[in-house]
């Protein structure tokens, strides 16, 4: 029948230690080593090593199964086996402080829900009132915040990107105005990912700036699946539904960035209006009854 080679495994270390024999030091030692190797994301890794076609298949002569076929049967059952593990929403709203931000913080106390928030400096010194709204966030445990630049690009963003240095400087400028405390990244007009060995990049456009905040220290978060709303009706551009089922398919698929993990943008000026708050609260309510975690970008991924 068919098989596949996904690692290997040395014998080496179990040794008598194992048995009890070793010294008690020894045994220490030994159970933290098996304790961080429990910690191993396995799931991932496999699915990371088939993504990129890293795994060795072999197909028996006698019972041939095609490499395309076993390759299809791991996938399924590694989709099984993560769907055994919690699935991970994070709601994350661009462009705050701004007009929605008050019911943005009174939903997430009211539905006890973790949110996250990519700010901008520029807004939050517009007006006594958005520094208000700044305020609330700060103090609202539920919220996390992190950096969306100062300026967002003023919209202008191929000619931000064209100067890395100074781009960079304008994330600086909004990390210190507004003391963020996570080193957290959104590029504003970009669906860019850079953390630990990630580097995805939507525009080449930008990818020098996410380069260098990455080797400053910086975490660039994108984004599996957006939600558009007219900010001005608070009537969906994508009906409801069809959001909450494109998430489902991203999460059933294991199609977002990391498996059991979707990252949802949306932006703050949506939720300005009484029915875009009811929107989102249905869908919040909606995505607590399918069971989903919701999760802050500090903690993102979560691995199995």
Same mark, same amino acid.
């Given at each position: 029948?068919?098989?596949?080679?996904?690692?290997?495994?040395?014998?080496?270390?179990?040794?008598?230690?194992?048995?009890?024999?070793?010294?008690?030091?020894?045994?220490?030692? /030994?159970?933290?080593?098996? @304790?961080?190797?429990?910690?191993?994301? #396995?799931?991932?890794?496999?699915?990371?090593?088939?993504?990129?076609?890293?795994?060795?298949? #072999?197909?028996?002569?006698?019972?041939?199964?095609?490499?395309?076929?076993?390759?299809?049967?791991?996938?399924?059952?590694?989709?099984?086996?993560?769907?055994?593990?919690?699935?991970?929403?994070?709601?994350?709203?661009?462009?705050?402080?701004?007009?929605?931000?008050?019911?943005?913080?009174?939903?997430?106390?009211?539905?006890?829900?973790?949110?996250?928030?990519?700010? @901008?400096?520029?807004?939050?010194?517009?007006?006594?009132?958005?520094?208000?709204?700044?305020?609330?966030?700060?103090?609202?445990?539920?919220?996390?915040?992190?950096?969306?630049?100062?300026?967002?690009?003023?919209?202008?963003?191929?000619?931000?990107?064209?100067?890395?240095?100074?781009?960079?400087?304008?994330?600086?400028?909004?990390?210190?105005?507004?003391?963020?405390?996570?080193? @957290?990244?959104?590029?504003?007009?970009?669906?860019?990912?850079?953390?630990?060995?990630?580097?995805?990049?939507?525009?080449?456009?930008?990818?020098?700036?996410?380069?260098?905040?990455?080797?400053?220290?910086?975490?660039?978060?994108?984004?599996?699946?957006?939600?558009?709303?007219?900010? @001005?009706?608070?009537?969906?551009?994508?009906? !409801?539904?069809?959001?909450?089922?494109?998430?489902?398919?991203?999460?059933?698929?294991?199609?977002?960035?990391?498996?059991?993990?979707?990252?949802?943008?949306?932006?703050?000026?949506?939720?300005?209006?009484?029915?875009? !708050? !009811?929107?989102?609260?249905?869908?919040?309510?909606? /995505?607590?009854?399918?069971?989903? !975690?919701?999760?802050?970008?500090?903690?993102?991924?979560?691995?199995?």
């Amino acid at each position: 029948m068919g098989s596949v080679t996904l690692c290997s495994v040395s014998c080496k270390d179990f040794s008598n230690k194992v048995l009890g024999s070793g010294k008690e030091g020894d045994r220490d030692t /030994l159970n933290e080593k098996l @304790i961080h190797k429990e910690k191993v994301p #396995v799931l991932l890794n496999k699915w990371d090593s088939l993504q990129r076609n890293q795994l060795h298949f #072999v197909v028996d002569s006698l019972h041939p199964i095609s490499v395309k076929q076993q390759k299809r049967n791991l996938k399924d059952s590694l989709r099984r086996a993560f769907d055994a593990h919690p699935k991970h929403i994070y709601l994350t709203f661009d462009d705050g402080p701004l007009i929605g931000s008050a019911a943005i913080d009174s939903l997430a106390k009211e539905k006890n829900i973790k949110v996250s928030v990519f700010l @901008i400096g520029k807004h939050a010194n517009m007006s006594k009132g958005r520094k208000r709204d700044l305020e609330k966030y700060e103090n609202n445990p539920l919220i996390a915040c992190y950096n969306h630049s100062y300026t967002h690009a003023n919209n202008q963003y191929s000619r931000f990107y064209n100067n890395a240095e100074k781009a960079f400087a304008d994330f600086e400028k909004n990390e210190k105005d507004l003391n963020l405390k996570h080193k @957290i990244v959104r590029l504003p007009g970009r669906n860019i990912w850079m953390y630990d060995d990630v580097r995805k990049i939507d525009l080449k456009n930008g990818s020098t700036t996410a380069d260098m905040l990455h080797k400053n220290g910086y975490r660039i978060f994108g984004w599996d699946v957006e939600w558009r709303l007219n900010s @001005i009706t608070g009537v969906p551009v994508q009906p !409801q539904e069809a959001t909450l089922s494109h998430i489902h398919n991203f999460m059933n698929n294991k199609s977002s960035m990391v498996p059991n993990n979707v990252v949802f943008l949306m932006h703050d000026d949506m939720f300005q209006t009484k029915k875009g !708050q !009811q929107e989102l609260s249905a869908l919040i309510d909606a /995505l607590k009854k399918d069971g989903y !975690q919701f999760e802050f970008m500090q903690d993102y991924p979560i691995k199995y």
